[in-house]
């Protein structure tokens, strides 16, 4: 058997009564983790594609807040079609200055006759009734 100064870490690990037991019956080596354990650094291999997670996330947000515009926008085009008579309608001083504005006159009548290409002999219409 060699010397403990000539063994290395898995030397060690070997000599039966080194006095620290491991998990299962196996002793840790000098840096803590199991001889077994295939990688070490397994609890941190989740950083090794952090630029990828973190560029999945900052695209799900994006598509989020897009998703967030377009249906205010769809809200704000629903507000506009429906009818809303305070909107939509005008106020009484617009309709008074529009009365105001119109004025009934005869004189244009027999200018308005001699223009016009209806026949004056016609009978007059009268909804339901067949000719």
Do not use: T
């Not at 002793?27 to 990828?52: K, T």
């Not at 998703?67 to 809200?75: A, S, V, W």
């Amino acid at each position: 058997m060699p010397e403990p100064a000539e063994m290395n870490g898995a030397d060690v690990g070997k000599m039966s009564g080194s006095g620290v037991s491991g998990s299962e019956g196996k002793d840790p080596v000098a840096n803590g983790h199991a001889e077994n354990e295939s990688n070490p650094f397994a609890e941190y291999m989740w950083m090794e594609n952090e630029e990828e997670y973190d560029r999945q996330v900052e695209e799900e947000l994006l598509e989020q807040e897009f998703l967030e515009r377009c249906f205010q926008e769809m809200l704000d085009e629903e507000d506009q079609d429906w009818f809303i008579p305070e909107r939509d309608l005008p106020s009484v001083g617009q309709i008074q200055q529009q009365l105001n504005g119109l004025s009934v006159s005869n004189g244009n009548a027999e200018e308005i006759l001699r223009k016009s290409i209806l026949n004056p002999e016609a009978k007059e219409f009268v909804p339901g009734v067949k000719y």
